[in-house]
């Protein structure tokens, strides 16, 4: 069984900066990729960003290009997101997930393992 904890969220002024962490448990992290979605009230959830498995492969929504950066550390099991020169438009609840296979993929039919989630408010 794979379970995925998020951490990192929290209140912050608009042109700020947050980390957000992803601790996975299970021994084929390394294996699958990995991706961030993110989900505000009143509409669907949304892709983000995704890493594949090892490489470097990255993928990112329009939204947050050039100012979100995924990246994983595969012995610890761990996938980052660091958003820089956030918008009150950022405002959500943002989930880690594991890819099915080691291709990033923007669908979140895509991803088999969800975390609990982690609110992120970005204020004007």
């Known amino acids: 069984q794979v379970q995925l904890a998020e951490s990192g969220g929290g209140l912050v002024q608009a042109g700020g900066s947050l980390r957000l962490s992803c601790a996975a448990s299970g021994r084929t992290f390394s294996s699958y990729a990995m991706g961030w979605f993110r989900q505000a009230p009143g509409k669907e959830r949304e892709f983000v960003a995704a890493?594949?498995?090892?490489?470097?492969?990255?993928s990112y929504a329009n939204s947050v290009k050039g100012r979100f950066t995924i990246s994983r550390d595969n012995a610890k099991n761990t996938v980052y997101l660091q958003m820089n020169s956030l918008k009150p438009e950022d405002t959500a609840v943002y989930y880690c997930?594991?890819?099915?296979?080691?291709?990033?993929?923007?669908?979140?039919?895509?991803?088999?393992?969800w975390g609990q989630g982690t609110q992120v408010t970005v204020s004007s």
């Open positions: 890493h594949n498995w090892s490489g470097g492969g990255t």
């Open positions: 997930a594991r890819g099915r296979t080691y291709e990033t993929r923007t669908s979140q039919y895509a991803y088999d393992y």
